[in-house]
Every structure is written in structure tokens, then in C-alpha cells.
């Protein structure tokens, strides 16, 4: 019991990272489960397990909050799945230890250029007019379903700030398009790890728990995607990105423990200040076009109906 509750805390708090940021699930769960004694490979099956349920959980409660666009998810998931299927066949025939160190690297600067992008530059210069296509999506979802076998872990980090720093789709659309695709990846991978792993070394009791916690995180974790402002949802996905990846990003470059805490601190700082900027933001662009007339969030222009408009909305005139 004491084991299900431990995997069930472990569950909820790798969705809820994931839900409201589209990313983390994979490698909140693997690190848990690694650092508790599992092989590698056994822990990302495990994981990948718990996520059938989680990330169909969190794709409906997406669908509800309308934060996915279905084109792009339909062009993602594909890709993405035949990537998994393959990475899973990788990481039970070999080790990954010299692509964990790339991946970290490129992950932590791609977080980098995310958060400053939307902690720092104008908001009216986040995003464009151009949706990605599927010369964009489909290599992308490939790599990051092989990521996410292959690394016990991957397909939201890779997705999600790829997406992000495209600047072709708003945040919280991005977080549940990729939070959708996931679902089919997920499914490829588990059936890859059963036919190469067959069941040997699997707990199905940590698969229990890392579902329930999952389950019963992703409404929140969608609920939060909805409200958070683009300018913090981004940043905070940048700043998850880069604490994830520096350690080890750090390690690799064999500085000694005293530095790389030293280092560690610095970017925790800074990314508060990233946080606290991007806030400061928000509310002198709330300010402004409050102003200018303009009270309503993007989101919330499309939650309410236009018969919803009272006739006191309505400019005033001469009806005389």
C-alpha cells in the first residue's frame, strides 16, 4: 500500500508538470523510478505503461478546455509513434548514455532561447500568422517519439519547445496538441516494449500508482493550461526545460560538484527573474489594452459567445 501511495504522489506530480506544460511526465516518472532502483529500460516500459491512461486522460480533458488544434495533432501523432516504436527497440538493445548527454544540451538551449523569448521580447512578436505544416511537424514528431522511448522520456520536451519557440501556434494550444499526440506515441512505445521486453523485470503495481496519481492530475494540469497567460505558461516552460537538463548538461562537462551547484543556483535565479519579468509584463500589457478598450484575453474572446454581449455592451446611439 505504502508503495502505491509513493508511485501515485510520483504519478500526479509528473502530469500535473505535464498537463499544464506539456512536458515532463516521461522523465519526472523514469527519474523516480530510476532513482528508486530500476533498470533504464524497465523504467521508461513502466512509465510509458501509467501514460496510456494519463495522456488519454489529459487529451480529453484538453479537448474540454479546447486547447488543441486537431490538424496539428493529427500530423504529429504518426511520426511520432513510428519514432517511439523504434527508440523503445533501441534502448533494450543498447545503451543511451552518449545521446542523453547530446539531447541535454540541445535541450538546454532550446529551453534558453524559449524562456527569453517569452520572458523578454514583445508579446506581439511571439507568435505568427503561419501554422506549421507538415514538413515541420512530421520530422518532429519522429524525433521526439524516439526521444521519449529511447530516453525514458522526451516527447514533451522536444515537441513543446520546438513548438514554442516556432512562435506557430499559442502556448496553450501547443501544451494540448502535443499533450493529445502523446496518446497515440504512448501506445506505439508500450506495444514495442512488450514485444522486446516481454513482460520480464515489469511491476505492474508502479504502473497502478503512477496511473492513479496521473488520472486524477490531468484535469488540473489542463485547467491550469487554460488560464495561465502565454507570457508565464511560456516561461515556465523554458525554465522547466533548462533545470531539467542542466545537472546533467553540467556533469558532462566535468566540472567539479562545488561549480556545478554554484552554476545550478545562478540558473535557478535567473529563471525566477525570467518568471517575475514575464509577469511585470503581462500586467503592463493587461494595463494597456485596457485602455484601448480591449478587457478580454484571446482565450476568453473564444469562451464567450457573441449573443453573451449585453445591449449595454453595444456603442452608443442617436435614437432620436
Not at 545537472?247 to 561549480?259: E, K, V
Amino acid at each position: 500500500m505504502q508503495a502505491l501511495l509513493f508511485f501515485g504522489i510520483a504519478g500526479f506530480l509528473a502530469q500535473l508538470v505535464s498537463g499544464t506544460l506539456g512536458m515532463g511526465y516521461g522523465m519526472t516518472s523514469t527519474t523516480v523510478l530510476i532513482a528508486a532502483g530500476t533498470a533504464p529500460a524497465i523504467a521508461s516500459a513502466s512509465a510509458h505503461f501509467a501514460q496510456v491512461g494519463t495522456s488519454l486522460a489529459s487529451g480529453v480533458s484538453h479537448w474540454k478546455f479546447r486547447n488543441i488544434d486537431w490538424r496539428t495533432v493529427s500530423i504529429l501523432a504518426v511520426p511520432g509513434a513510428i519514432g517511439a516504436a523504434i527508440g523503445a527497440f533501441a534502448l533494450v538493445a543498447m545503451s543511451t548514455d552518449v545521446a542523453s548527454a547530446w539531447i541535454s544540451a540541445f535541450l538546454f538551449l532550446l529551453g534558453l532561447y524559449v524562456l527569453v523569448r517569452f520572458a523578454f521580447l514583445k508579446l506581439g512578436k511571439l507568435i505568427t500568422d503561419k501554422r506549421p505544416g507538415a514538413k515541420f511537424l512530421a520530422p518532429l514528431g519522429f524525433v521526439a517519439g524516439f526521444v521519449d522511448a529511447s530516453g525514458g522520456g522526451g516527447w514533451g520536451p522536444v515537441a513543446t519547445t520546438t513548438l514554442l519557440s516556432s512562435g506557430r501556434l499559442e502556448p496553450r494550444k501547443v501544451v494540448g496538441s502535443v499533450s493529445a499526440a502523446e496518446f497515440v506515441v504512448t501506445v506505439a512505445a508500450c506495444l514495442a516494449f512488450l514485444i522486446a521486453l516481454k513482460q520480464e523485470g515489469m511491476n505492474w503495481l508502479v504502473v497502478l500508482g503512477l496511473l492513479i496519481g496521473g488520472v486524477i492530475a490531468a484535469p488540473i494540469g489542463a485547467w491550469l493550461a487554460h488560464h495561465m497567460p502565454p507570457r508565464v505558461l511560456g516561461t515556465a516552460a523554458g525554465g522547466l526545460i533548462i533545470l531539467a537538463n542542466a545537472w546533467m548538461l553540467l556533469s558532462n562537462l566535468g566540472l567539479p560538484y562545488t561549480a556545478i551547484v554554484v552554476c545550478y543556483a545562478g540558473l535557478a535565479v535567473f529563471i525566477v527573474a525570467a518568471l517575475v519579468t514575464s509577469i511585470r509584463s503581462m500586467r503592463e500589457e493587461k494595463r494597456v489594452n485596457a485602455l484601448a478598450g480591449e478587457d478580454l484575453t484571446d482565450s476568453e474572446e473564444e469562451d464567450e459567445p457573441a449573443t453573451a454581449r449585453s445591449p449595454r455592451d453595444e456603442p452608443a446611439t442617436d435614437r432620436s
